[in-house]
T-cell receptor
Framework: DSGVTQTPKHLITATGQRVTLRCSPR?????VYWYQQSLDQGLQFLIH???????AKGNILERFSAQQFPDLHSELNLSSLELGDSALYFC?????????????????FGPGTRLTVL | QQPVQSPQAVILREGEDAVINCSSS?????VHWYRQKHGEAPVFLMI???GGEQKGHEKISASFNEKKQQSSLYLTASQLSYSGTYFC????????????WGAGTKLIIKP
């Protein structure tokens, strides 16, 4: 158990819908990262937040957005869902901080949310 | 700018050694190694930072050649528990700092 929790574990929805994935980081970690893992695209970095601020952005679609709240939990919002958005979405947390240091420490991955878009 | 991992897959007998390579065409700030078992989340193995600093498990060793933008993960005296897919993540600047992951190397350890 990494100490990172993600809900829900599974999510099945239809095309065009909007969903919210939730992540609670390990106690004391201020950095949260979101990743998408699909069979054809592999593991893709989406976005990084540090203490409520966006610090790094990867290949995140405009239909996707995220935020980190004052209690440090984070949410990933996916809208106008398409079949191709079906994937495993991981959240990870770390003590890493700063822009260049955004990836300078161990990331602890949560168990993931499996999203299926029908 | 996805890094290239090699080999794509390897099958070993328990106790044998393996080397997994990760190569990038861009300058790297750090290289990360994670192992993922089927149906589970990736688990941290090692970080190699520009300048020589390393953070990782004692039983794992890796190298990072900053000039060649290459890293290698060394698995010695492999155990059954080493089975899984190994991913390298490369930190680079591409309009902002990003962590780009390789396609993975599948490792199967047989008794």
């Amino acid at each position: 158990d990494s100490g990172v929790t993600q809900t829900p574990k599974h999510l099945i929805t239809a095309t065009g819908q909007r969903v919210t994935l939730r992540c609670s980081p390990r106690s004391g970690d201020l950095s949260v990262y979101w990743y998408q893992q699909s069979l054809d695209q592999g593991l893709q970095f989406l976005i990084h937040y540090y203490n409520g601020e966006e610090r790094a952005k990867g290949n995140i679609l405009e239909r996707f957005s995220a935020q980190q709240f004052p209690d440090l939990h984070s949410e990933l919002n996916l809208s106008s869902l398409e079949l191709g958005d079906s994937a495993l979405y991981f959240c990870a947390s770390s003590v890493a901080l700063g822009r260049q240091g955004a990836f300078a420490d161990t990331q602890y991955f949560g168990p993931g949310t499996r999203l299926t878009v029908l | 700018q996805q890094p290239v991992q090699s080999p794509q897959a390897v099958i070993l007998r328990e106790g044998e050694d393996a080397v997994i390579n990760c190569s990038s065409s861009k300058a790297l700030y750090s290289v990360h190694w994670y192992r993922q078992k089927h149906g589970e989340a990736p688990v941290f193995l090692m970080i190699l930072l520009k300048g020589g600093e390393q953070k990782g498990h004692e039983k794992i060793s890796a190298s990072f050649n900053e000039k060649k933008q290459q890293s290698s993960l060394y698995l010695t005296a492999s155990q059954l528990s080493y089975s899984g897919t190994y991913f390298c993540g490369t930190e680079m600047w591409d309009s902002n700092y990003q962590l780009i992951w390789g396609a993975g190397t599948k490792l199967i350890i047989k008794p």
